[in-house]
Structures are given as C-alpha cells and as structure tokens.
C-alpha cells in the first residue's frame, strides 16, 4: 500500500511542470489584458472585427492551413487557431473550418504512417511517446481508449494522431471516432472566439476560466488512466 501512495505523488519535476503551466496562463492573461480592456470601447471592437472580415474568402484558407499545420507539427497548440476561427466564422462556421482541416491533418498523417511504419513516426514522436502508448496494439477495447483520450481534455491528441496509425483500427472508424470526441473541446474554442468578437467579453473570459481548469483536471486524469493501462498491459 506504501509502495502505491508513493507512486501517486507527483515528482519534483511534474510540480515544476504544472507551476510552469500556471505561470504562463497567468503571465499570457496579463500580458492580454490590455488588449481585452480596449475592446470594451464599441469603436474598437468595431475595428477589430473589420480586420477579421478584410481577409474575406482568404481567412478561410488561412485559417484551414494552420489547422492542418498545427496537426501534422503537433506541438503548436490548437487553441489560439480555433479561437481566431470562432472569431472570424462564429461558432459553427468556425467548428466546420477546424474539422476540415483536422479530417485532412489526421487523414493525412494516418495514410503516410499507415503507409511508411515506424521510419516516419520516429521522426514526429519520440520513441519514449511511442512506449507510453504500446498498450493501444494489445487491447479488445482499442476504440473505446481512442475515443476516451481523444475526449479528455489535455490529452496529446495529435501525437495519438500518429500513434494510431500503427494500430489496427481502420482510418475511417479513427476519423469517425476522433473527430466526434474532439467536439466539445473544438466547440468551446470557437464559442468563446465567437462570444469574444461580438462584446460578450465577459462570457468569453468566464467560459475560457472553465475550460482551462477542465483541461487541468484532465491532464491529471490522462496521467492516472495511462498508469493504470500501461500497467495493466504489462
């Protein structure tokens, strides 16, 4: 019993870890608070939603680049892409941009992994990250832990991305399931885009609060349910 309260305690180096993840949601809060105070002028928010609509028919190409980008790269966070895509096209216009380029993104990655194994994969995922997720090609239950991690907040999903491209799940039940776990956490981003260009300032703020502390509480419990699975795969 001893043995397992110990493994529970988070290490010196997870602590500095989510100190460093605190500080720099508060340090970015700071630093955009200026910004977010001006647009409480109606002039000004009337500007900045005229600059939105200057990129016309090219906001739209822009904004699906970077979500695919961001997918194939993997460690350029998602968030700030879907933000400006609920800013640009509302809630759900901006919902539809980001899946277009997250169904081209995944598709993509999981045909040029399908196709060249382990020789592309070394070179986007560490082979540590590759470890980590060895539990996914010995499981009955492959598409209920791919919908799981891709539901949790603060899950590494495009890194998943590419691990699910060596398991035996097919490309279509992998987009399928994916695609319709990721919607809460894509929706949010857009909505709160959204809220933000039409004044609702508050709403965006308090709305932003919640899905940061969720996204928190969901980086522990992907920590949690991978011991538990790598565990039990062992």
């Known amino acids: 019993m001893s043995s397992e309260k110990k493994q529970r305690r988070l290490t010196p180096w997870q602590i500095v870890a989510l100190v460093l993840v605190i500080v720099i949601l508060i340090g970015a809060t700071v630093a955009a608070f200026p910004f977010v105070s001006s647009l409480a002028k109606p002039e000004n928010l009337e500007n900045f939603k005229n600059t939105l609509r200057s990129f016309g028919i090219g906001g739209f190409f822009i904004i699906l680049g970077l979500q695919i980008l961001q997918v194939v790269l993997a460690v350029i966070p998602g968030e700030p892409i879907e933000l ?109 885009g959204s809220s933000f260009v039409e004044g609702n300032i508050l709403t965006s703020v308090l709305v932003f609060a919640g899905v940061g502390i969720i996204g928190i509480a969901g980086i522990f419990i992907h920590k949690k349910m991978m011991a538990k699975l790598q565990k039990k795969s062992k």
């Not at 995944?106 to 992994?113: C, K, P, R, T, Y």
């Open 84 to 192: 400006l895509a609920g800013a640009m096209f509302g809630t759900w216009g901006g919902l539809l941009t980001c899946y277009l380029g997250l169904l081209l993104g995944s598709g993509g990655i999981f045909l040029a992994v399908r196709k060249f194994g382990y020789p592309l994969l070394t070179k986007f995922v560490s082979e540590e990250k590759l470890q980590s997720y060895k539990f996914l090609h010995n499981t009955t239950r492959l598409e209920t832990l791919i919908f799981l991690l891709f539901f949790i907040p603060g899950t590494p999903k495009d890194v998943l991305t590419y691990v699910a491209g060596i398991t035996p799940i097919s490309m279509g039940r992998f987009l399928l399931l994916s695609l319709f776990a990721r919607i809460p956490s894509v929706i949010s981003s857009t909505f709160i």
